[in-house]
C-alpha cells in the first residue's frame, strides 16, 4: 500500500503541476498525479521512496526495465567521448547497429530516425519515391482502422482513428483505411494504384489486438497479386515485444518495409526504417536524411540493449513471461478478452471502468494503461520478473474480488 504522500512530495508535485498547466501546451491534460524520482528494475520510485510496479513500462519503451547496469554504462562511456556528431561524416555505433538490425529483421538496409512517427514517415516517403522512380502511379497507401502510426501529418493521416487527424486537416492524401482483419473489405480497396499496405502485427493504442493468421496471408497475396509494398509498423510489437524479434518473424513473414523504435534506445529516442535491397534503391543521395538520427550516442544505447537481448534471452523470456501472465490473467473471474502476444497484453474489465480498476491497482502500487472504457492494456519490461508477475497477479486478483 502507497504510503500518505508527505508534506515535501504533495508540495512538489503541486508545484510542478502548476508550473506544467501554466508553460506546456494542454495535450496530455490531467496527467495522472504521480512524480518519479528514479527507477529500478520493473520499478518507478518516488521522492518519499513509494515504489511503483511499472507494468506499462514507458509504453513499451524501458525493454530493459530502469536503471539497467550495461545500458547505463555504454551511455555514459559514449557520453564522456563524443555526443553527436552529424552524418557528414562515418559513425561507428550507427554502422554496427545498422549490421545488427539487419541481421535481425532480415531486412537489408536501415535508416536511423528520432521516434516511430518519423521512422513510419519515413517508409511512406520510400514507398513513394520507389514507385515515383519506377514511373507507376500508385498514390494510394491502405492502414486499418483502430491502427495508431504516429502524429507527424502523414502518419496522422495514415493513422485509422479519426480522432488523431480531423483536426489538422488538410491531410495529406493518398491514406485510406479499411476495416480491421476483414479480408472482402481489403479485397474491395485493392488496385494496382495501391503502392503500399501499411499495418501493425497487433494494434496496440486501440486496446491490443492482434491480426488474424489468416488475414495475414492474405495481405501477403494480395500484395503479390497487386504488386503492392507491405510496411509493417512494429514501432510498439518490435523489440522482441511479441516472444521473436520482430512481430512479423512470429506470423512467419518478410515484409518490404518494417519500422522500429519504442524499446530500440532503451528510453533513448531511436527510430528506424528497414528495408529490403530493392525497395531501399529507391533513397538516392540526398533524397532523406536527419540531423540527429542515428547519432553515436543513441546507436550506442541501442547496441547495448541488443547485447542484453542476448546476454538475457529476451525474446524467448517474453513469450514464456507472456505465457504465465496471460494464464493468470485467464483465472480471474471480472476479467474477459484477455488477448495480444508476448508481453504485449490487453484485457477487459467486466466489474467496473478500466480507469477504476487502473486507479485501484495505482493505489497499491502498480502502473498500468487503460483504453476507452473498459480495457486495461500491459507493456511491462521484457525483463520483469516471475515473482513481479505474480504480484501483480494476486494484487490484481484482490481488487477483483473487491469490486
Ligand atoms: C508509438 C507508436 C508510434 C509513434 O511513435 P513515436 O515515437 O511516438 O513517434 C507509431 N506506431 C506505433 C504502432 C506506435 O505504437
Redesign the pocket.
Known amino acids: 500500500m502507497i504510503q500518505n504522500r508527505g508534506n515535501d512530495l504533495e508540495t512538489l508535485l503541486n508545484e510542478i503541476k502548476a508550473l506544467d498547466q501554466r508553460y506546456f501546451m494542454n495535450t496530455f491534460g490531467n496527467r495522472t498525479p504521480l512524480l518519479f524520482d528514479h527507477g529500478e528494475g520493473s520499478w518507478l520510485i518516488d521522492h518519499e521512496g513509494n515504489r511503483y510496479l511499472d507494468m506499462l513500462g514507458g509504453?513499451?519503451v524501458n525493454v530493459l526495465g530502469h536503471g539497467n547496469k550495461a545500458l547505463t554504462t555504454a551511455i555514459i562511456e559514449q557520453a564522456s567521448k563524443v555526443l553527436h556528431v552529424s552524418n557528414l561524416y562515418y559513425i561507428e555505433s550507427q554502422s554496427r547497429l545498422a549490421e545488427r538490425l539487419c541481421q535481425m529483421t532480415d531486412m537489408d538496409k536501415v535508416f536511423f530516425s528520432?521516434?516511430?512517427?518519423?521512422?513510419?514517415e519515413a517508409a511512406i516517403k520510400l514507398v513513394r519515391a520507389y514507385f515515383n522512380k519506377r514511373g507507376e502511379s500508385r498514390p494510394r497507401i491502405l492502414t486499418a482502422e483502430g491502427?495508431?502510426?504516429?502524429?507527424?501529418l502523414a502518419?496522422a493521416a495514415a493513422t485509422g482513428q479519426p480522432k488523431y487527424n480531423l483536426p489538422f486537416r488538410p491531410l495529406p492524401p493518398g491514406f485510406e483505411t479499411v476495416k480491421f482483419n476483414d479480408i472482402d473489405d481489403l479485397k474491395m480497396k485493392m488496385g494496382t494504384d495501391v503502392g503500399a499496405i501499411m499495418l501493425?502485427m497487433v494494434?496496440?493504442?486501440s486496446g491490443v489486438y492482434p491480426l488474424a493468421p489468416d488475414y495475414v496471408r492474405a495481405v501477403i497475396e494480395f500484395c503479390q497479386t497487386y504488386g503492392s509494398l507491405l510496411i509493417i509498423?512494429?514501432?510498439?510489437?518490435g523489440m522482441g515485444r511479441c516472444g521473436s524479434f520482430t512481430a512479423s518473424a512470429h506470423y512467419g513473414i518478410r515484409p518490404d518495409i518494417i519500422?522500429l523504435?519504442?524499446g530500440l534506445g532503451g528510453g533513448l529516442?531511436i527510430?528506424a526504417v528497414l528495408a529490403t535491397n530493392q525497395v531501399s534503391s529507391a533513397f538516392e543521395v540526398g533524397d532523406h536524411g536527419s540531423t540527429f538520427g542515428g547519432n553515436p550516442l543513441v546507436c550506442a544505447a541501442a547496441l547495448a540493449v541488443l547485447d542484453e537481448y542476448q546476454r538475457l534471452n529476451l525474446c524467448s523470456g517474453a513469450k514464456i513471461k507472456g505465457q504465465d501472465l496471460m494464464e493468470g490473467l485467464r483465472t480471474l473471474a471480472g476479467i474477459t478478452a484477455v488477448r495480444g502476444i508476448g508481453l504485449m497484453l490487453g484485457f477487459d474489465v467486466t466489474k467496473s471502468s478500466a480507469i477504476q480498476y487502473k486507479e485501484r491497482l495505482r493505489s497499491q502500487g502498480i502502473l498500468v494503461g487503460s483504453v476507452g472504457e473498459k480495457s486495461i492494456r500491459l507493456l511491462p519490461p521484457l525483463t520483469i520478473e516471475d515473482a513481479e508477475i505474480s504480484h501483480f497477479l494476486s494484487v490484481l486478483k484482490a481488487i477483483d474480488q473487491e469490486l
Open positions: 509504453i513499451a528520432n521516434s516511430g512517427a518519423e521512422a513510419n491502427s495508431f502510426h504516429g502524429r507527424t502518419t501493425e494494434q496496440g493504442e509498423d512494429e514501432i510498439q510489437t519500422t523504435a519504442k529516442p527510430g
